[in-house]
């Protein structure tokens, strides 16, 4: 192994903050027992790997997965900060803190360049990949926000359908359609 032992164990003890780093702006609506950070990512993940099936476009899933279990890795430097919150500090300060951090994790082992360049990748959003794992992301929280308004009655996380979303694909796009017409009529078409 050229990595050295004590490196490879900091980026895993990285990643395992992410299951004690909690997705704060669901405590901020009132969901209690919300998810984690490491929850989040694996719910990306998962759909990164299920919406790739879907679409026209072909996709490098290898690069897509890791760019999803990558997407959020710095919150276990920076922790959960919500999108409610960035809007008060200044322009670019999340990339920035986001990049420090991820820089923290990666500079010290080989492969670590590779790992920040998909990040960045992530980051740009210029790529199909890049737009799947975006989509993915704004999907799993719009499907937690329903499995939460299900399972809490919880009418706080109405703001979440308020503006429509938009996805890059629109084979994701018809996929959030059908969420939001579920999501208006019975309740118990997916017993959670």
Known sequence: MKEKPDDLLQILMQANQLKRTARTGWGQRGVPDAENV????????????????ILDQRIDLERALTMAL?????????????????????AGSKFDAENKAMHAIFDDVAFGTDLMAVWQEYQSADTPEAQLVHDADKFDLLLQAWVYEEQTNNRHLQEFWQVPAEFHFPEIQALYQTLKRLRNHSSDQFPM
């Open 70 to 90: 990558l997407h959020d890795l710095p919150e276990g430097l920076t922790t959960d900060i919500p999108k409610t919150a960035w809007r008060f500090l200044p």
């Open 38 to 53: 490491a929850d989040h990512s694996y719910g990306v993940a998962f759909t990164t790997l299920l919406l790739s099936h």
